[in-house]
């Protein structure tokens, strides 16, 4: 049987502070950063006293957070020196120098860019560590479909011999993602499996193989000894930890742990979606050194994704992420598809059936509150705004529940047509005409876009081009 977790959440964690949920965590670790850097924004001259009171409101929220007690202080001391230095006191807009500070400190701590895997064999290999919970086989299975996108050809290992359910597992996520699955059952050696797997790979042409371990509830002999055998077994390009960010504290202390026994090249961290802006991200690579290479950003297999932190330190303080929002867009939407759409749009020819397509264009970018707190500006704005992703769910069982002809032309749905579409997609007649009334909308508001200077993004109507355009270009300059 899976552990749910590593070991039960404590009410308080290691500085003495209770432990909120995750949701809590990370949106107080916002909130009070943003409500910080906004006053000391919103004066026009700032005084050492004035950085100092907001030092002391940064440590306590980052504290809070469960982020590491010495990362905090290194932390605070480097912000609190650049800060009062750097003549940033008597310049122009000290506040906002301040806040520029913050962003980069952030994202210092995380790492300096984003780092890569580094795959020289062939097949070359890499070795998947971490405790029983952390979300270690699916990792393994969004790890090889992202490889699988990026033009290698993965096969997966299944070396997990004491949970047959983890092999079966390996096997289900493996066949979802179209990759390959070696195993031998729960009666061999790890270390003989893995060895075999990576011979089959190789007879198969596969150029990549990702060995999943075994792990358990904590970290003890029996599991170092199996992976110290199987690392030299199979001598991997890369051995990946995997953390579950929830665990928060708990999780660099297992960092550092596999650090000194089994010497790791990359963190992968689990569970950490839109709101997950805390503790373990924050701590885990100035600690142990080690980089974050992955962050699993839903439960969907196709919610892996590089880790950039400064990517990270602006979603931390509320700016968004345009970036990773124009590579999710990039990656989902069809270019013939989304030019077509334009077409339609510049037309003014959006019906009800477009409008399910971009629906579920969204829906496989991710959640839709995760998306929208991509945008700057949003993310504050929706902090107390219900999204829920189920709207989306209603949306389209009544465009469903509507005739090609209604879909094509919402004008001649009348009164009894309204009534039999509620009845067959099971919402109610005032949802009919909201859902319309959006429509309508949406079908002005991309006439006046569609006309003016700021088109829509292709493939999704509605959302302004021209800043993500800039941003786009500014990212293949960099290139």
């Not at 001649?412 to 067959?424: E, H």
Request: net charge positive; with cysteine; charged share 30%.
């Amino acid at each position: 049987m899976v552990a749910s977790r590593i070991s039960p959440r404590p009410e308080r964690n290691a500085h003495g502070l209770k432990s909120p949920t995750l949701r809590a965590v990370f949106d107080s670790l916002s909130d009070r950063l943003n409500a910080t850097l906004t006053d000391l924004r919103s004066r026009g001259r700032l005084s050492e006293e004035d950085v100092a009171v907001a030092m002391r409101e940064i440590r306590l929220a980052l504290l809070e957070a469960d982020v590491n007690f010495k990362v905090v202080r290194e932390f605070v001391a480097k912000v609190r020196e650049r800060a009062v230095g750097e003549g940033v006191l008597t310049g122009l807009n000290p506040g906002q120098q301040v806040i520029k500070i913050v962003n980069e400190e952030l994202a210092a701590l995380m790492g300096t860019g984003a780092a890569k895997l580094q795959l020289r064999s062939s097949p070359a290999v890499i070795l998947m560590a971490g405790l029983q919970g952390s979300g270690k086989t699916t990792t393994s299975g969004k790890l090889a479909q992202l490889l699988a996108k990026q033009g290698r050809k993965p096969a997966l290992v299944a070396c997990d011999i004491y949970r047959p359910a983890a092999i079966d597992q390996l096997k289900t996520v493996g066949g979802q993602v179209g990759v390959p699955v070696f195993d031998r059952g729960t009666d061999a050696d790890p270390a003989e499996i893995a060895t075999w797997g990576v011979q089959q790979a190789r007879q198969q042409g596969r150029d990549v193989v990702i060995v999943d371990t075994a792990g358990r509830l904590h970290v003890d002999e029996d599991l170092m000894r199996e992976l110290v055998q199987i690392r030299d077994a199979v001598k991997p390009d890369q051995t990946l930890l995997v953390l579950d960010s929830m665990t928060g504290q708990d999780a660099v202390n297992v960092a550092e742990t596999f650090r000194d026994r089994v010497d790791f090249d990359g963190i992968v961290m689990t569970k950490l979606d839109g709101d997950a802006r805390g503790g373990a991200a924050l701590s885990v690579r100035a600690v142990t050194g080690v980089p974050i290479l992955y962050a699993s950003v839903g439960e969907k297999l196709d919610q892996l994704e590089e880790f950039h932190p400064d990517r990270m330190a602006s979603r931390i303080l509320g700016m968004g992420d345009v970036l990773s929002l124009i590579e999710r867009i990039e990656e989902t939407v069809d270019r013939d598809q989304a030019a077509e759409m334009e077409a339609k749009i510049r037309r003014q020819e959006f019906t009800l059936e477009d409008l399910l397509e971009q629906l579920r264009t969204i829906r496989r970018m991710g959640s839709l509150g995760g998306l929208m707190k991509m945008i700057p500006g949003l993310g504050k704005q929706l902090r107390d705004m219900p999204v829920d992703d189920r709207q989306l769910d209603r949306v389209e069982a009544i465009i469903l529940s509507m005739t090609p002809e209604e879909r094509r032309a919402p004008e001649i749905v009348n009164g009894t047509r309204r009534a039999r579409i509620a009845q067959g997609s099971g919402t109610s007649v005032q949802q009919i005409n909201a859902l319309l009334q959006q429509h309508r909308q949406m079908k002005k508001m991309m006439k006046t876009l569609s006309g003016g200077k700021m088109p829509a993004v292709p493939g999704l109507p509605g959302m302004p081009a021209a800043g993500l355009g800039a941003v786009q270009k500014k990212r293949k300059k960099k290139r």
